[in-house]
């Protein structure tokens, strides 16, 4: 059965610190996405990771898929209190996706 | 260029009672997914059109269906509805696999 794992689940950072959120997976894929979600509301994308080694940045946030190590990692530059989100990944299995649990992060003044 | 659609946005239901979900899918977009999020949870994939036929299933009941219709808008159906069946409901429309779009969800409560 394909597990999506995310860590850390909760996340509290200082304003102006780097963190890096980390996505593992069990199974093959070649196609990872992130979104972020305020509580109540919907999933926003963030980034559509296509190959290995795709790299792709956004702001103060970027986003990394490494296919052999079926790693995905979301680092986050300088943080402000506007991220304050949860963030989560989902492997895409070509005709469904599978979601991570959430990392809840809290960016604190 | 419209996004996804749901309604209703919230609903509360008795349970033992059915309920109808709907999802107007993006223009352009002949793909559309269902998920369950329970509170504090990742979103579950329920299952999938494509062009009017389901293209994949999660692991769901079978009182949970759906249809997808010509202009590629959908439904979700539960019966029986049970406590449990509490969560935001969320559909999501794509054209293939070329990045997938969420609707603002409907808040179901079961009670």
């Known amino acids: 059965e394909l597990k999506v794992e995310q860590n850390p689940l909760f996340l509290s950072m200082q304003e102006g610190k780097n963190y890096t959120i980390y996505c593992n997976y069990s199974t093959t894929s070649d196609r990872l996405y992130w979104y972020r979600q305020d509580p109540g509301k919907s999933l926003e994308s963030l980034f559509v990771?296509?190959?290995?080694?795709a790299v792709k940045q956004e702001g103060r946030l970027m986003a990394s898929l490494d296919t052999k190590a079926r790693l995905s990692t979301l680092h986050i530059t300088a943080a402000v209190h506007d991220l304050s989100a949860t963030y989560f990944c989902a492997v895409d299995l070509d005709n469904d996706m599978r979601f991570g649990a959430g990392t809840r992060l809290t960016v604190k003044p | 260029e419209t996004g996804v659609t749901q309604s209703p946005t919230h609903l509360i239901k008795t349970r033992g009672q059915q309920v109808t979900l709907r999802c107007s899918s993006q223009?352009?977009?002949?793909?559309v997914s269902w998920y369950q999020q329970a509170l504090g949870q990742g979103p579950q994939f329920i299952f999938q059109?494509?062009?009017?036929?389901?293209?994949g299933r999660g692991n769901f009941p079978p009182r949970f269906s759906g249809l997808q219709f010509p202009n590629y808008s959908s439904e979700l159906n539960v019966n029986a509805l049970e406590l449990d069946d509490s969560a935001l409901y969320l559909c999501?429309?794509?054209?293939?696999?070329?990045?997938?779009?969420f609707g603002s969800g409907t808040r179901l409560t079961v009670v």
């Open positions: 990771l296509l190959s290995n080694g």
């Open positions: 999501a429309s794509s054209l293939g696999r070329t990045g997938y779009t």
């Open positions: 223009s352009g977009h002949n793909t």
């Open positions: 059109y494509y062009r009017e036929e389901e293209n």
